[in-house]
């Protein structure tokens, strides 16, 4: 009896305890909406409206160039690091590669635990731009994270034990997730990736505390012309399906992926998602050249509550290059010609700044943000850009800027009240278009519709230096009232990092060659820099504890441009990832990265191929480019022509067609290639890595 009642007394002590013990990670609607204009960071854009600015002013013009690291962690994965970290009482929540998720002590940086999703290596060739995550949502006391196979999985915040998991798309489809999930109204939204392979886009709605399916709105026609039984079917039938056109959309799915932007509105009760691209690109091949195919490249506006359509603002008509409007979505309040505004505002790939009424999806105004070709400016009356003719590529090919890795990706931009500016990540990215006369569907390959033969080096040195030449990157500080640039960076790279901005005068972004830095929000001047050691593609995003105010940023690059072209890049090998935390005089020293020994083969060693070096020139460029380089430039996903692989016939075909290195990421191309095709390709980079060790080769064009 006594002992009873020493166990129920101790039960209740603890009980009371876990009582007045605010569990971890007690987020909810109210908390984020508050984080819009308040200093915490509860989703992914820090709240709802996703403007990335801090009102934080502890650090500023005055104190930055004392930053120094408060802590750092090192991940074990070494692809591209995309993710902003949120903090949620003085714990900091963060993903990586591979969809791995890490808790921290936000003071301290102690590891409080880590979840690993354990996806399976060969998922990795799904991704058509790395492997990578931009980072998890907090909703009453769980973490969720979507995986680069297509789960969606919650977390208890404390302990990051999975609660739940659900499967958001169909394993046998190259479908993936990269973005973070955002949490409206106990529902947890979530699209996906794939739309180079061949899927038809969709986003769903799951309940937060169970998983369960709330809702889901496809962003294409279903092929076969029948109703889903879903959110969709109501516009697909009205609006959406009689602007599509017989071509090869039919058997691709379409694509139109939401694979990145959401934004909420508490008080219009609208949610907005950015849409991706079409599949294949070219839309003489997808819908017979005909048709605007909504709600590819647009921005849709939904009911969170059941996903009822409300409107949508197709930024490119007709889509063919990879614009995609997966862009950063950002809300924010302006006055414009004298009048409050609640306003939408998209820098999308194609180069356009839009500024977009949030309750209607009416167009207040669009002005080209970068140097761009394929179109000259955007009707006001329509809405529709006026395209150059010749960027259809249809009689020949058109080498146009931007390219397919577009003149802004997912990087995410920022917006200050203060100065009224919003920055911009921005990329000068040439690609020659060409219409792919050979094209024939192939079930979970690349089926884009381009010919990416063309996109190989021009022989011609002076054209080859004119073409890198203008490959470049910016951030550009561009006034979204009066449409027009304020101030602008200019990058020695392009892929440079997201960006944020505080009420310190600052404005925070990393580069592509590693630094990351400081810069005078209204004049651009940089204050301050830091050599990370590698380079920076994601946003930094800020907090303060205990009076202090504290600046974090994941390192390490990667991405889809790393991927593509990572000639045009600083060349380094890939490093692991780091998390580093910085605050006004931190002491902390995050040790150099150690180099890699640099594999080394001997030509002279190398079996001679009896392959057709010509016919592999063909397959390498159609199965092997957007990740090992045009002309196996490749230097960051391994440089073939330095690879000991290349080294036998034996080893290259058990790479390429028995799938040793699927673990790792390099599936089995048996689905596309004979073992014939696959020798072939052996002996064309054979040829590439003699003319590289004669000093002949040169730094690629990016490509998409
Ligand atoms: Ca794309």
Known sequence: MKIIRLGMALALVLGVAACQKPGAGQVDGKRIA??????????????????????LDKINAGNVGQLGLAWFAEFDTDRGQEATPLVVDGVLYTSTAWSKVFAFDARTGKQLWKFDPRVEGSKGFNACCDVVNRGVAVWKGRVYVGTIDGRLIALDAKTGQPVWSVQTTDPSKPYTITGAPRVVKDKVLIGNGGAEYGVRGYITAYDAATGKQ????YTVPNPTGAPDGAASDKVMA????????????????GGGTAWDSIAYDPKLDLVYFGIGNGTPWNHKLRSGGKGDNLFLSSILALRPDTGEY???????????????????????DLTIGGQPRKVLMQAPKNGFFYVIDRANGQLISARNYTNITWATGVDPKTGRPIENPQARYKDAAFLQIPGPLGAHNWQPMAFNPKTGLVYIPTNVTPFAYTDDKGFSYKAGAWNVGVDFLVNALPTDAATLKAITAMVKGQLVAWDPVRQKAVWTVDHPYFWNAGVLSTGGGLVFQGAAQGEFAAYDAAAGRKLWSYDTGNGVIAAPMTYELDGEQYLAVMVGVGGGGQISAPGSMPQRPRLPGRLLVFKVGGKAQAPAFPKPAQPAIDLAAIQPSKGDAQHGFAVFHQ?????????????????????PMLQT???WKGVVIDGASAPRGMASFARFLTPKDAEDARAYVIEEAKKAAGGQAAAPMPIG
């Open 34 to 55: 508050a984080a819009d204009s308040n200093a915490e960071w509860l989703s992914y854009g820090k709240g709802y409206s996703e403007q990335r600015f801090s009102p």
């Open 238 to 253: 009205e609006k959406a399906g009689a602007t599509w056109s017989d071509g090869e959309w039919k058997k691709t799915g």
């Open 214 to 217: 709330a809702w889901r709105f």
């Open 310 to 332: 409300v409107w949508h603002y197709q930024t490119t008509p007709a889509e063919s290059w990879d614009y995609t409007a997966t862009q950063h979505i950002m809300l924010a």
């Open 623 to 643: 199965n092997c480019q957007v990740c090992h380089g045009p002309n196996a430039s490749g230097a960051w996903l391994p440089d073939l022509k330095a690879s």
């Open 649 to 651: 016939a034996d080893n």
